[in-house]
């Protein structure tokens, strides 16, 4: 006789299994977007930019860049890790 894999509140394991899957995905791609929005305003126009242009550190400029970029990169990274949950189905992983 079979014995279904229940949890407390009667969702299979397999099936918690995915939501948790899908849930660390997004959490996973929005912390990358966001790593991915600060090197460009902090690196470059703060950092390189007095040395490479000789200009002065606008610090207005910078956060604002940063908190141009940090909307559209966490959307981009949440996309990116749902693109490779369907790739490793695919492969099989």
Do not use: C, M
Request: positive net charge; proline residues 5%.
């Amino acid at each position: 006789r079979k014995v279904q894999n229940t949890t407390t509140d009667g969702i299979s394991a397999p099936v918690q299994l995915k939501y948790i899957t899908y849930i660390l995905a997004i959490l996973e791609g929005g912390v990358l977007g966001a790593l991915w929005a600060i090197p460009d305003p902090i690196f470059y126009s703060a950092f390189f930019g007095p040395f490479i242009y000789g200009s002065y550190v606008n610090w207005g400029r910078i956060t604002f860049h940063l908190l141009a970029f940090l909307p559209g990169d966490i959307v981009f990274g949440v996309i990116a890790a749902l693109i490779s949950l369907r790739i490793v189905k695919a492969i099989g992983q």
